[in-house]
């Protein structure tokens, strides 16, 4: 199947500085990737949709100042968290949607998730 | 209301139990219905799609009922690695775009 990578798996750091994520598609490309939020216990929520080449579309509540997305290539999408809080201390996962022989329509292939502390 | 409900769960089942699980969806338009695995700290991972024919993946049956909007997935002879989030996760809408709405997720513990 479809791999997705994300880095870093994991990271700590002091309130107010900003923390970059990578997403990429490995083996193939993705002209739409995801980026999701989920706090514990709950549920993935959808932050916004990233297309390459195009500005990301945000979700309702979504600051997209503070998260910054960037999505340059068919393969690697950004996500920047501005100036973190503990609050935003979470886990974020992104995923990327492929039309390929092997996929379903519409599947989305997740990567492993970054695990953000925030101090 | 959700856009898509869930039993809360937890389900706790002994190995080799059947359990099934529910969900409801409340926009008619969505189009592909999917159920997920997710594993504690981990990412989702697709288990099936869901098909208005249903379909069966060895002991995971999933039937999807359009005109009820409701979704299910049942896992005969549950065992040990069986225990996991299980997502219900939505696709599309009325709005002509691509939207995934996941369900909360019911949690299931299969015990020896």
């Known amino acids: 199947g479809a791999v997705v990578s994300q880095h870093p798996s994991w990271v700590i750091c002091k309130s107010g500085t900003s923390v970059k994520i990578e997403c990429r598609s490995l083996?193939?490309?993705?002209?739409?990737m995801f980026w999701y939020r989920q706090f514990p216990k709950q549920s993935l929520m959808l932050m916004a949709t990233s297309n390459e080449g195009s500005k990301a579309t945000y979700e309702q509540g979504v600051e997209k100042d503070k998260f910054l997305i960037n999505h340059a290539s068919l393969t690697l999408s950004t996500l920047t968290v501005t100036s973190a809080h503990p609050e935003d201390s979470s886990f974020y996962i992104c995923s990327a949607r492929a039309l390929l022989a092997f996929s379903s329509y519409n599947e989305q292939f997740f990567g492993p998730g970054t695990r953000l502390t925030v101090l | 209301r959700k856009e898509v409900e869930q039993d809360p769960g937890p389900f706790n089942v002994p190995e080799g139990a059947t359990v099934a699980f529910n969900c409801t969806y409340s926009?008619?338009?969505?189009?592909?219905f999917f159920w997920y695995r997710q594993d504690c700290r981990k990412e989702p991972k697709l288990l099936m799609s869901v098909y208005s024919s249903g379909n069966e993946d060895g002991r995971f049956t999933a039937q999807l009922n359009r005109a009820s909007q409701y979704i299910s997935l049942l896992i005969r002879d549950s065992k040990l690695s069986d225990s996991a989030t299980y997502l219900c996760v939505v696709n599309g809408g009325d709005t002509g775009g691509f939207k995934t709405i996941f369900g909360a997720g019911t949690r299931l513990f299969v015990k020896a």
């Open positions: 926009n008619s338009a969505s189009q592909s």
């Open positions: 083996d193939f490309q993705a002209t739409t």
